[in-house]
């Protein structure tokens, strides 16, 4: 089955999304330290979910890409006053999109519904407010159409709010929230009955007076119960002997007559009727407020959008970002001119520079085969680029100062080794399960990373893995590629592909100690990137910074060195072998 010819997002399979840490580190698995991370401004809590959805589904349309750069451009460089007063009142929102869900499955408090429909009134007051400059200064057709759109769809809002006792709504007494209850007519009863009954009970107050002989007459309530004839124990002898006693102290007791006991249930019965009323009718008005769902969704969404494209111009501007030229074309054409790793220079601060480099790619030069020291930087470039190219695709700007990069139908990355324990697969079978995934879906327009292919395996197989792997996505998919290797062999394919095939290396300083043979080399790393082949992974220096014991380090360097001795003598032999072959020929 192949996708739909109208999806417009790219493909990023969840192995691209956790090896370049898209939405979540790789460290604690939070957010912190991820793109979402460096990304997120946004104001509200559904223009984050917004965000997170368009940042781990990339646009593959180049229409509404640009759409994208184009309103973030105008945000940033626009003098008008109109994404400041809209940017003011995404600030405090509510959680709309969470409330509106609740008011569709009828499971809104009121308290909630009045935060809906206030925010929903104060948008479109502050909307309507600025409508002349969002006809007259507004440039970008889109951002027009949602600020022109956002009042005309919450034109009912008014209705609503003119029904709602705000205070009664806040307190959750559902009873007291309406101030039209004759749209409501069982509530309206019970009202009514509750009405006669406290009315009788009041009247009532007469006859007590003539029994108690006193001038004038209120009830008592003590501990929540109403209506209690409150008497002296002095005037004890006055009580008909059919009033029931209620309490008591040292003073007073407290009564209430056959007539009072049989009101007062009228009114609970009635306050019990009531409730189920306005719980019913507050279901109806829920209902009737659902009916415009989707409009108010709507609503919702445009919001979200204009929070986004907020929080990606904030990123933009604070972080010197530049807008990427996107290219839709065959023959595409990668260039970043002075890149940047937006998470770790993050990381790092200003205090620390983060060192910028190139890429220059094009449908011939298509490949890229990274090599280099160990901590040299390699990981952490080929990331930068894959980030880059995914910035480019969610419509934001990039850290670079120009990027040139084409419309990438999916980004395909494998990094690092992990095992897979719940599913009884070592890191080697991930690692391959994994490159079959690539092989098979990536086409020409796609982009594909692979960090140290066949590490998890021998030399001899890891080398042979990783060379016909390379081999096969220059020869059959032909698709922009960059491949981090520390394997000799692999490099040799640059000979066969020269027009396909470009090496670089990570920059280093070695500096070797030339008083003391006994000692290991130093390695200072540059972390730019240079043409041509590195020397050495020099692994046996990076274990020095980490730490390895020295006795240890000088045995490993004997061996290296024996080794790298056997690997000449091997080679020289197979030339010699060549050229008396050749004589003899």
């Known amino acids: 089955m ?21 939405l979540r580190n790789n460290s604690t698995f939070s957010e912190h330290r991820s793109l979402f991370w460096i990304l997120n401004k946004t104001l509200t809590k559904f223009g984050e979910r917004l965000l997170k959805f368009w940042i781990a589904k990339p646009l593959k349309d180049l229409n509404q890409i640009e759409e994208r750069l184009n309103i973030l451009t105008e945000i940033m460089y626009s003098d008008t006053i109109v994404f400041k007063v809209v940017e003011k009142s995404l600030t405090k929102l509510p959680d709309l999109e969470r409330i509106l869900s609740c008011v ?26 600025i409508s002349d400059k969002v006809s007259s200064e507004i440039l970008v057709p889109r951002t027009k159409i949602i600020l022109t759109e956002l009042p005309e769809l919450l034109d009912d809002i008014d209705r609503f709010i003119s029904n709602i006792d705000i205070e009664a709504a806040r307190t959750g007494d559902k009873t007291k929230v309406f101030h039209n ?17 406290e009315k009788q009970l009041n009247d009532f107050r007469v006859d007590i007076c003539k029994v108690l002989k006193l001038i004038n007459f209120r009830y008592a309530t003590v501990a929540g119960q109403k209506y209690l004839i409150e008497v002296p124990n002095s005037n004890l002898r006055l009580i008909p002997t059919d009033w029931l006693k209620i309490s008591s102290t040292k003073q007073v007791s407290r009564f209430r007559s056959p007539q009072i006991i049989k009101l007062c249930n009228q009114i609970d019965q009635q306050k019990e009727l009531l409730i189920g009323h ?8 829920l209902n009737d407020f659902a009916t415009y769902f989707y409009k108010h969704k709507r609503v919702i969404l445009y919001l979200a959008e204009l929070d986004c494209y907020f929080s990606l111009s904030k990123v933009a501007k604070e972080a010197n970002y530049c807008r990427p030229h996107i290219i839709d074309s065959v023959e595409p054409i990668f260039n970043i001119h002075q890149g940047w790793h937006p998470i770790i220079t993050k990381i790092m601060g200003e205090e620390n520079q983060f060192v910028a480099n190139n890429l220059d790619m ?7 085969i990274v090599t280099g020291p160990n901590m040299g930087g390699k990981s952490t470039y080929v990331r930068q680029i894959a980030l880059i190219a995914i910035m480019a695709h969610i419509g934001s700007y990039v850290p670079a100062e120009s990027a040139t990069i084409p419309l990438f139908d999916a980004i395909y990355v494998r990094m690092g080794s992990d095992d897979a324990l719940a599913q009884s697969k070592s890191a080697f079978m991930v690692e391959m399960s994994e490159t079959s995934e690539i092989l098979s879906n990536a086409t020409s327009r796609s982009l594909v990373i692979l960090d140290e292919l066949g590490r998890g395996t021998s030399t001899n197989d890891g080398t042979a893995i990783a060379y016909a792997t390379l081999e096969y996505i220059l020869s059959e998919i032909k698709c922009c590629t960059l491949f981090v290797t520390h394997y000799p062999p692999v490099v040799e394919l640059e000979k066969h592909y020269p027009e396909n095939v470009s090496i670089v290396h990570m920059g280093y300083i070695l500096k070797d100690n030339e008083d003391d043979l006994n000692d290991i080399e130093t390695v200072t790393f540059l972390y730019n990137v240079v043409s041509g082949v590195s020397k050495k992974s020099y692994g046996i220096n990076v274990a020095a910074l980490a730490g390895i014991p020295k006795d240890v380090l000088l045995e490993a360097q004997k061996i290296s060195q024996l080794t790298e001795f056997r690997s000449i003598i091997k080679r020289n032999i197979k030339s010699l072998m060549q050229k008396f072959a050749s004589l003899s020929c």
Do not use: V
């Open 104 to 129: 569709f499955h009828h499971k809104c408090s009121c308290s909630d519904f009045i935060n809906l429909l206030q925010a929903f009134a104060k948008i479109r007051s502050d909307l309507l407010s």
């Open 278 to 285: 306005a719980a019913d009718a507050w279901s109806a008005f």
């Open 181 to 197: 209850i004759s749209m409501y007519p069982a509530m309206k009863k019970c009202l009514d009955e509750i009405g006669a009954a």
């Open 362 to 368: 094009n449908i011939q030069n298509r490949c890229l």
């Open 2 to 22: 192949k996708p739909l010819e109208t999806e417009k997002s790219m493909i990023l399979s969840a192995t691209s999304l956790k090896g370049l840490e898209i």
